[in-house]
């Protein structure tokens, strides 16, 4: 028996997808441990969205070699799918090397004498790989509908780890609900790449959730969405919903029209508000999170401060904001008046502070509701059971009941302090 141990790098996707190999390879007959010292295989499933993620993935591989000698490091994931695009990333600190389609079958790699990469092109995959997980370790199961993306932001070299966009069956997706069901879980997280773009047999993403809606899940949220993507027709769903929670998370990138035009985005700051104010017309408290990037090629100070300006005007629940990272292969990367690492950094620190109060403005508005809270995992070190409400305020609280783990309860947020 061989042992392994995994880790995953970037997005829910790829966390996902990492439990999923995680689960596969222990039924091939691979033993799980945490202990690098006593592993056969370190597998290290990669992000490549920023240099950021190329550098740590270059560190925890070599980590590993140091940890032992002996271990057989295994790159999978965004990273090992642009090895092409990525000519200043040494490949060589890794003795395996798995694409985004191929880490789905690791299991047929691992043992193999000699062997080195299997990275086919991506683009070239036009059917949806799917594979069930069967023991969730999470309380809210994440399930990929979707994968790969067909728009061609200018600063996004995701297009080259995960594809075009192909979707998974109706069929599947309600067969992993219920698997999930069948395990304990009450909630469930769409996710994908771009799961606006999930389509199957003339349905929309608007008639899968009429779908899920059927299904005995007792919660669901979504992964994030252009704005431009829910529509009216999405809204009418959502909001007759007992099972929604109102969580949106918001792909906005920029909000200034000259930096989302260069970014090559498909909609504009107008939109944005309008989509936002028919959101918060339609659902009671929701939760508005976004991404942002800060000193995009040629955003000049005052193309900022129209961010900056238009993020506090539209009142968002939180801001996830990362500095613009140059990626080869990509439109952007060869872009005239590239930013200062200096004034992203400055600019970065300045939304994320914005970011913390409209967090404290949004958890005081809260402060004295009644919520439906789903507990999760009891911390070993602190004691605490974690919980999240529909519209995702996280609270930790104390008790000495060992098994409340999946439980739904009614409770006075003024009791808790929110997070």
Not at 9 to 31: P, S, W
Not at 102 to 107: A, H, P, R
Not at 260 to 266: D, E, I, T, V
Not at 272 to 284: A, M
Request: hydrophobic share 30%; glycine share 4%; charged share 30%.
């Amino acid at each position: 028996m061989k042992n392994f141990c995994l880790k995953s790098l970037g997005c829910k996707q790829n966390t996902l997808e990492g439990q999923i190999i995680t689960d596969n390879l222990i039924k091939a007959g691979f033993c799980y441990v945490e202990d690098i010292s006593k592993c056969d295989f370190y597998i290290l499933n990669s992000c490549t969205v920023t240099s950021h993620s190329d550098s740590t993935a270059s560190y925890l591989l070599k980590k590993a070699k140091r940890q032992n000698k002996n271990i057989k490091t295994v790159l999978i994931g965004c990273l090992a799918q642009t090895y092409k695009e990525h000519k200043g990333f040494d490949y060589s600190i890794a003795d395996i090397i798995l694409g985004n389609k191929e880490k789905m079958d690791i299991e047929k790699y691992l043992l193999q004498q000699n062997f080195k990469m299997e990275v086919e092109d991506i683009f070239k995959e036009t059917k949806f790989k799917n594979k069930f997980l069967y023991n969730p370790a999470s309380t809210r199961l994440s399930i990929k509908i979707q994968d790969g993306c067909n728009n061609r932001c200018s600063y996004c070299i995701i297009p080259y780890a995960r594809g075009n966009s192909c979707s998974n069956s109706e069929e599947n997706i309600i067969k992993q609900i219920n698997i999930g069901i069948e395990k304990g879980i009450k909630e469930i997280v769409l996710t994908g790449i771009h799961i606006g773009q999930w389509e199957y047999e003339g349905k929309n993403l608007t008639n899968l959730l009429e779908s899920i809606e059927k299904t005995d899940i007792q919660r669901y949220r979504l992964g994030s969405l252009y704005v431009d993507e829910i529509d009216d027709d999405m809204i009418d769903v959502l909001k007759n919903s007992k099972k929604f929670c109102p969580h949106f998370h918001l792909s906005l990138q920029s909000m200034c029209n000259k930096t989302l035009k260069a970014m090559n985005r498909s909609y504009s700051v107008e939109k944005v508000f309008e989509t936002i104010e028919k959101i918060n017309k339609n659902f009671y408290l929701p939760y508005l999170g976004s991404d942002i990037i800060v000193g995009f090629p040629n955003e000049k100070e005052e193309d900022f401060i129209e961010t900056y300006n238009n993020l506090k005007k539209a009142k968002l629940s939180s801001i996830h904001c990362f500095p613009y990272s140059r990626r080869q292969n990509t439109k952007a990367y060869d872009m005239p008046n590239q930013i200062q690492d200096g004034i992203k950094t400055k600019r970065a620190k300045i939304i994320s502070q914005l970011s913390n109060q409209l967090h404290q403005d949004f958890l005081e508005q809260n402060k004295y509701e009644k919520a439906e809270i789903l507990i999760e995992r009891k911390s070993p070190k602190t004691g605490l059971y974690s919980a999240i409400t529909r519209n995702y305020i996280k609270i930790y609280f104390e008790d000495n009941n060992d098994n409340l783990r999946h439980s739904l309860k009614i409770v006075e947020l003024k009791d808790y302090k929110l997070h």
